[in-house]
Nanobody, 117 residues
Framework: QVQLVESGGGLVQAGGSLRLSCAAS????????MNWYRQARGKQREWVAT???????NYAVAVKGRFTISRDNAKNTVYLQMNSLKPEDTAVYYC???????????WGQGTQVTVSS
């Protein structure tokens, strides 16, 4: 059974930093992309960042230059370093992984990030 366990969310003042982690277990196939999404209250879930197995990363315009995605393939873990946080970054952050040749998708349970002004 595949499980994604997220950690690292919390309350931080504007301008501060947080580091999210998401550890995947029960994986028997190769993980392709690892991704972060977020969903603010009353809004649709939006994509934040992606990292491929070889380390190529892409970011949403809203977070580019402030957030950094990374992964540890040996630990099946993806990270999101968030710097210069803004109140508009407040959301539930979800990790997502794409696995195997048939590209199965799995989601974490979400972790709350709240940025106060």
């Amino acid at each position: 059974q595949v499980q994604l366990v997220e950690s690292g969310g919390g309350l931080v003042q504007a301008g501060g930093s947080l580091r999210l982690s998401c550890a995947a277990s029960g994986i028997i196939y190769s993980i392709n992309t690892m991704n972060w999404y977020r969903q603010a209250r009353g809004k649709q879930r939006e994509w934040v960042a992606t990292i491929t197995r070889t380390g190529t990363s892409n970011y949403a315009v809203a977070v580019k230059g402030r957030f950094t995605i990374s992964r540890d393939n040996a630990k099946n873990t993806v990270y999101l370093q968030m710097n210069s946080l803004k109140p508009e970054d407040t959301a539930v952050y979800y990790c997502n992984i794409n696995v195997g040749s048939i590209q199965l998708n799995y989601w974490g349970q979400g972790t709350q990030v709240t940025v106060s002004s």
